[in-house]
């Protein structure tokens, strides 16, 4: 069976081309949006050509080099090292933490001052 590679530049989507629901793999995210892959048999690959942009046909080569290029970022997302922004909703949900934490110190009267003055105490 023969097989066709895919890219698009909105792989948040689906795309549904007749009796198919078309699911890309999301790859990287750039300019506020995923690009993403996908290899499909030669008959939906038929189907997945006609819609046109954002999708446009890739070779075999181009399509296992970007896979590759994922693989890699994934490992150095497990070494801490992260090629996607926070998206909003992660930094809201960091920044309320960061507020709750403040708030707790405040109350059990933590600050910043209060803990050098304990450490220099604590050397002397």
């Known amino acids: 069976m023969e097989?066709?590679?895919?890219?698009?530049?909105?792989?948040?989507?689906?795309?549904?081309?007749?009796?198919?629901?078309?699911e890309f793999d999301k790859l990287s995210y750039s300019s506020g949006s995923w690009s993403g892959v996908l290899e499909v048999t030669d008959s939906q690959g038929d189907q997945l050509a006609s819609y046109g942009s954002p999708v446009v046909e890739i070779s075999e080569e181009v399509y296992l080099n970007?896979?590759?290029k994922k693989l890699m970022q994934s490992q150095h997302i497990g070494q801490g090292i992260s090629p996607v922004p926070l998206?909003?909703?992660?930094?809201?949900?960091?920044?309320?933490?960061?507020?709750?934490?403040?708030?707790?110190e405040a109350e059990m009267?933590?600050?910043?001052?209060n803990i050098e003055d304990s450490l220099e105490q604590a050397s002397a």
Request: glycine content about 4%; cysteine-free; proline content about 0%.
């Open 109 to 113: 009267g933590y600050s910043d001052a």
């Open 87 to 104: 998206n909003t909703k992660e930094m809201q949900n960091s920044s309320q933490e960061q507020v709750v934490v403040e708030d707790l």
């Open 66 to 68: 970007l896979k590759k």
């Open 3 to 22: 097989k066709r590679w895919f890219r698009t530049s909105n792989a948040t989507r689906k795309y549904k081309i007749g009796n198919h629901v078309f």
